[in-house]
């Protein structure tokens, strides 16, 4: 049951990815990880926390265009293994020479991997979607970057991540969030949490949400939130979420204040959920618990299945 993974959440980071035919493994200066959806969120937070890599994730067909594409590894991620871009994008690499590997817990992927000799890490299938099973996705990427020191780390979010904790919080955001659109903003540097915030509202409470990080949405998109008397009805729907992390840059945090301030005195609703842990990627998924539990307890209230995403089916079933 969905339940059961969420509350299991925190024992992913537990788990030791292994690197099959991993002789066959070259270590690169850059990386690009190539998914869709839930596939590469990942990768997103990875490179949140290590801005110093270069790291870049490719959600489209083919492969981006590569400089210098001799020091490049191409991590091919998907869930399913099924991934039709994911797969093209594997393809491409294959037949330009490009160093690659796959992340996936089954499928297509990984018979092309072992068809190949390309090294792989098969994640456990937890019988769901791929956003569910993130602590999983983390560790194999950075288990096939070569990334041991980050590695270690996760390992420890097993026993720090509070899963009861999260499910309080959760419970009584979504409570605040009924018949709202959730509007998640952060500082650039949790901007893929936030991004992932919004996801997980969207997939699993199958309603629109949207983020932005500060400082740029100080520069276009908080316009939009200038109500009048004739745009009241609009905005009153909105309801923001800022992702405060006390560590973050002074300029953010200020600027944080300032726009909360000017969305209160709007009459709009601002809830400041403040990242806790002792290290950025605690943080990160700290939060992100939350969000499962904020998103799963307002597909209740909606009478949604907070698991299924029948309408990327139905388009799945269209253009194939």
């Given at each position: 049951?969905?339940?059961?993974?969420?509350?299991?959440?925190?024992?992913?980071?537990?788990?030791?990815?292994?690197?099959?035919?991993?002789?066959?493994?070259?270590?690169?200066?850059?990386?690009?990880?190539?998914?869709?959806?839930?596939?590469?969120?990942?990768?997103?937070?990875i490179k949140s926390l290590l801005p110093e890599i270069d790291i870049y994730v490719h959600s489209d067909y083919g492969l981006p265009n590569m400089a210098n594409p001799d020091n490049a590894l191409?991590?091919?991620?998907?869930?399913?293994?099924?991934?039709?871009?994911?797969?093209?994008?594997?393809?491409?690499?294959?037949?330009?020479?490009?160093?690659?590997?796959?992340?996936?817990?089954?499928?297509?992927?990984?018979?092309?991997?072992?068809?190949?000799?390309?090294?792989?890490?098969?994640?456990?299938?937890?019988?769901?979607?791929?956003?569910?099973?993130?602590?999983?996705?983390?560790?194999?990427?950075?288990?096939?970057?070569?990334?041991?020191?980050?590695?270690?780390?996760?390992?420890?979010?097993?026993?720090?991540?509070?899963?009861k904790k999260a499910e309080e919080k959760g419970a009584e955001l979504s409570k605040k969030l009924q018949n709202k659109i959730p509007v998640i903003y952060s500082s650039a540097k949790y901007g893929?949490?936030?991004?992932?915030?919004?996801?997980?509202?969207?997939?699993?409470?199958?309603?629109?949400?949207?983020?932005?990080?500060?400082?740029?949405?100080?520069?276009?998109?908080?316009?939009?939130?200038?109500?009048?008397?004739?745009?009241?009805?609009?905005?009153?729907?909105?309801?923001?979420?800022?992702?405060?992390?006390?560590?973050?840059?002074?300029?953010?945090?200020?600027?944080m204040e300032a726009t909360r301030n000017l969305l209160e005195k709007q009459e709009l609703k601002v809830e400041v959920l403040t990242l806790e842990g002792e290290s950025p990627m605690r943080k990160?998924?700290?939060?992100?618990?939350?969000?499962?539990?904020?998103?799963?307890?307002?597909?209740?209230?909606?009478?949604?299945?907070?698991?299924?995403?029948?309408?990327?089916?139905?388009?799945?079933?269209?253009?194939?």
């Open positions: 049951m969905l339940i059961d993974i969420l509350r299991d959440f925190p024992k992913q980071f537990s788990w030791e990815p292994k690197i099959e035919n991993e002789k066959n493994l070259r270590q690169k200066d850059n990386f690009i990880v190539a998914g869709m959806g839930g596939s590469h969120l990942s990768a997103g937070i191409v991590i091919a991620s998907s869930y399913s293994g099924n991934t039709e871009e994911t797969i093209g994008a594997l393809d491409t690499a294959m037949k330009n020479n490009i160093s690659c590997a796959v992340v996936a817990s089954g499928g297509k992927l990984i018979e092309i991997a072992k068809e190949n000799n390309l090294p792989y890490v098969k994640m456990p299938d937890i019988k769901s979607q791929p956003r569910f099973a993130l602590g999983y996705s983390f560790v194999s990427i950075l288990k096939m970057m070569g990334e041991n020191s980050l590695l270690n780390q996760a390992g420890m979010l097993a026993e720090k991540l509070n899963s893929p949490a936030a991004y992932i915030w919004k996801i997980k509202f969207n997939e699993t409470s199958k309603i629109p949400a949207f983020f932005n990080v500060f400082p740029e949405l100080n520069h276009n998109e908080m316009t939009g939130f200038d109500t009048k008397e004739k745009t009241f009805q609009l905005m009153e729907k909105f309801h923001f979420i800022f992702l405060k992390d006390q560590d973050d840059n002074p300029h953010a945090l200020r600027r990160v998924f700290d939060s992100l618990m939350v969000a499962d539990w904020a998103s799963y307890y307002l597909a209740e209230f909606y009478g949604n299945d907070p698991e299924r995403v029948p309408i990327v089916e139905e388009f799945k079933k269209i253009i194939s």
